[in-house]
């Protein structure tokens, strides 16, 4: 019996059933399915990352570009704060449905320790989404490389290029993360820490199937939003809130300009720090507000019921055998266990 039984009766359209694609494309699909899944799931997660990296560090870039060039306007502190929310909702809305849309490997390794998630599609997954903010960075740098050349020639004009180069106000900054010389490490593991408990806080309360304050359709937008509000708040003090995010852009750095742009002891609070705050985060989230008494939001079922309907439907695809009876549904009996889903 399919696993579909144990759930309240639905009708299941499937994009097969309304429209015929391309011969090639049924063909790859059937492959995708069988062999290549894991490397779809790989390019979505390095996609997710580029795509909100490309947008905030575009940002960013202009901000250090308008205020070496002494131009007004080009960015501004609001401006990359809104750009990482709209490149973290474009990312999850486009990779979720295809990879879970974790996009960041501190999300990724705790759903590792607490959902018992595959160790090594974890690995694989922090390997692409690393290689995404690289790729991201690296484009920008070509795209922008006129006139970072530009904004370097006026601080060595001035004799401020060496001083200014690896710091937030240098070309280097708008990429790999640094802070400014003299600031005290605590303090900014202090803030790193807390602003990526936040974040993990609400990356686990939009993933929490029985809240109906937040639907998966509004999820995109509400981490987008959390991570703007930490930019707003605190990146004056030195945030990074992603290893992904933090280690490919330093790698490009480096790739640029060398072993300079490593970042020192700041680099190590700069890529590990989300780790630990995104899982006592996830364990606080578990412990004070998750009860598994709670009902499932419709729109959270539809959403388990709909990824279980696809699983089936592509396992008939791949092997042959014709779809089982899943459509007709049957009223659950009260033994099944949801699964929980990793989808935001």
Not at 148 to 162: F, S
Not at 232 to 237: A, K, L, N, R, T
């Amino acid at each position: 019996m399919s696993p579909l039984h144990q759930y309240p009766h639905r009708e299941f359209v499937h994009l097969a059933d309304h429209e015929q694609r391309p011969a090639i494309l049924q063909r790859w699909e059937r492959r995708r399915h069988r062999e290549a899944h894991w490397l779809v799931e790989c390019i979505a997660e390095s996609v997710g990352v580029f795509l909100y990296v490309y947008a905030g560090v575009g940002s960013a870039m202009a901000n250090v570009f308008g205020n070496t060039e002494q131009v007004a306007g080009l960015s501004s502190t609001l401006q990359i704060g809104l750009a990482y929310v709209v490149g973290i909702a474009l990312a999850l809305i486009i990779v979720s449905g295809t990879s879970g849309g974790h996009i960041n490997p501190a999300v990724t390794l705790t759903l590792v320790i607490l959902k018992k998630y595959p160790k090594w599609k974890a690995v694989r997954y922090i390997i692409a989404q690393i290689l995404g903010s690289y790729i991201a960075c690296l484009l920008i740098y070509v795209q922008w490389r006129q006139m970072i050349q530009e904004a370097e020639a006026v601080l060595a004009a001035k004799g401020t290029l060496d001083a200014v180069l690896f710091t937030p106000q240098g070309p280097a900054g708008a990429f790999a993360l640094y802070v400014t010389p003299g600031t005290k490490l605590g303090f900014v593991f202090v803030n790193e820490f807390v602003v990526d408990f936040v974040i993990g806080l609400t990356i686990f309360a939009c993933l929490d199937p029985t809240n109906f304050a937040v639907s998966p359709v509004a999820a995109p937008w509400v981490v987008g939003l959390v991570y703007g509000m930490v930019i707003w708040g605190y990146s004056p003090v030195g945030v990074a809130t992603n290893l992904a995010r933090d280690v490919g852009a330093r790698f490009m750095a480096m790739t640029i300009w060398g072993t300079g742009a490593s970042g020192g002891r700041y680099a190590a609070i700069a890529a590990l720090t989300n780790i630990p705050a995104t899982f006592l985060a996830a364990c606080f989230y578990e412990f004070v507000f998750a009860d598994s008494s709670r009902v499932i939001t419709p729109t959270h079922l539809d959403i388990i019921v709909g990824h279980m309907a696809h699983e089936e439907h592509s396992g008939c695809a791949v092997t042959g055998r014709p779809r089982s009876s899943a459509n007709s549904g049957s009223s659950m009996d009260g033994k099944g266990r949801v699964q929980t889903i990793e989808k935001v």
